[in-house]
Structures are given as C-alpha cells and as structure tokens.
C-alpha cells in the first residue's frame, strides 16, 4: 500500500522559504509522476508541480513558476518542493500525491490516486 508523509511546513514571514519534503513508501515509484498540489481554506485544491521519478522532468504551474521548484531524492524515495519568495497567499495545506497511471499524462486532482495527509504553510504579511 502506498503511503505519503508530508513534513516540513509551518510558519513563514512573507519573502522566506521553506522546503517541504514527502516521504513514499510502498510500490516502486520508477514509472509514476509525483505530484505537489495545495489547498486553501474554502478553495478547489490546486495542482502546483510534478516531477517524474525516473527522468526527473519537472513541471511547475504558472502561479508559482520561478518561486517553486520540485525535486527527487531516489535512494531515499523522497520528492521535495523548494518554496521561495513566499507570499501570503501561499498559505495553504500542501498535499504530495502519486500519479493514478504509470507514465501518466495530466496533473488535475483526479489524475492522482493515493494522497499525503497533508503540510500546513502558513505566509503572514
């Protein structure tokens, strides 16, 4: 069974940085894409980056392209979201997820099938 272990949110001052990082655990990751999305108090939860397992390749949403990026650690089986230039309206639970399909295509919350528990970042002004 696949599990996810979000850490590393918290309490930041708008313009510092935090690096989050989710722990998989469970099946082989090789062929999946992991996914990074956040969720605000009263909003959809939205799609934020990706990365491959195997390739690496990354993708980032435009909202934060240049302030986030998404990185893998293969030994340790752990995906990282470097945040920086946070700003309050960053502030959100941030949830790390596996792709449904191996080598799947779209990055909706739909496409992805097994979900962290979740990070709460916190951006105060």
């Known amino acids: 069974q696949v599990q996810l272990v979000e850490s590393g949110g918290g309490l930041v001052q708008a313009g510092g940085s935090l690096r989050l990082a989710c722990a998989a655990s469970g099946r082989t990751f090789s062929t999946y894409t992991m996914g990074w999305f956040r969720q605000a108090l009263g909003k959809e939860r939205e799609f934020i980056a990706a990365?491959?397992?195997?390739?690496?390749?990354?993708y980032v949403a435009d909202s934060v392209k240049g302030r986030f990026t998404v990185s893998r650690d293969i030994p340790n089986n752990t995906v990282y979201l470097q945040m920086n230039s946070l700003k309050p309206e960053d502030t959100a639970a941030y949830f790390c997820?596996?792709?449904?399909?191996?080598?799947?295509?779209?990055?909706?919350?739909?496409?992805?099938?097994?979900w962290g528990q979740g990070t709460q970042v916190t951006v105060s002004s």
């Open positions: 997820a596996v792709h449904r399909y191996p080598y799947g295509v779209g990055y909706g919350p739909t496409d992805f099938a097994s």
């Open positions: 990365i491959t397992w195997s390739g690496g390749e990354t």
